[in-house]
């Protein structure tokens, strides 16, 4: 290779790069700024105990070189609450693909059935045609729409209300999973500050579709205590 080709070869390497730190540095700075107007945490670092703490979360199993940074965490609306960005790959060799998640979780205030609802595609048509479950709705174009499963059938219908199904339909590109108190959503996406208001208000918005029934329990409990 001609020593002007390396040279420009390593010149974009090195404008690359710096464009690449300028970024992130705006995304750093970025999140601190809003963890600050909101009373909320913010660690930018890699954190090999997000992934831990919440490994019964399927999404966060997918692929290998798995880690999560970016870390944010206070309250909303009440409510416990939690967001970071993930990245995980898939393949090897030059086939090797890196993925990006936001992930923006509310602690809700008692357990649940495991749920998980996500985008139709491809890859859950053909998991369906080897025998995966997906329970399907009344409303054609939601099971069209999305893959939902849950071990609780009852659970996910009464979660899959027609409020909730309307509300979901408005947010096609987002995938949720409900497990213990945890009510997670991920966007296919690297999280950016702008997106933390909009997706915690959704999860609000998730939150506010679920029949009081479900609760019905927790507050009886409450009352006779």
Request: glycine share 6%.
């Amino acid at each position: 290779m001609p020593p002007v080709v390396l040279a420009l070869f390593f010149c974009l390497i090195v404008v690359g790069g710096w464009y690449a730190w300028q970024v992130e540095k705006k995304r750093r700075q970025g999140f601190q700024r809003w963890a600050r107007q909101n009373g909320w945490i913010y660690d930018h670092r890699r954190n090999a105990t997000l992934r831990r703490q919440y490994s019964f979360l399927d999404r966060l199993q997918i692929g290998h070189s798995r880690h999560a940074s970016h870390h944010l965490e206070g309250q909303w609306e009440n409510y416990p609450a939690t967001a970071f960005c993930f990245r995980y790959t898939t393949g090897s060799g030059k086939h090797q693909q890196v993925h990006s998640l936001g992930v923006v979780l509310l602690h809700l205030e008692r357990s649940f059935p495991e749920l998980r609802i996500y985008p139709e595609n491809v890859l859950s048509r053909f998991g369906q045609f080897l025998g995966f479950e997906d329970i399907d709705f009344e409303s054609v174009e939601f099971s069209k729409s999305f893959t939902v499963r849950s071990a609780d059938k009852k659970f996910a219908y009464d979660f899959c209300n027609t409020k909730m199904m309307e509300l979901l339909l408005q947010h096609r590109q987002s995938a949720i999973e409900l497990e213990f108190d945890t009510l997670a959503l991920f966007v296919p996406r690297y999280l950016q500050p702008a997106d933390l208001p909009p997706m915690l208000q959704y999860l609000l918005q998730i939150r506010a579709c679920m029949p009081g029934y479900l609760f019905h329990d927790l507050h009886s409990k409450t009352s006779a205590t």
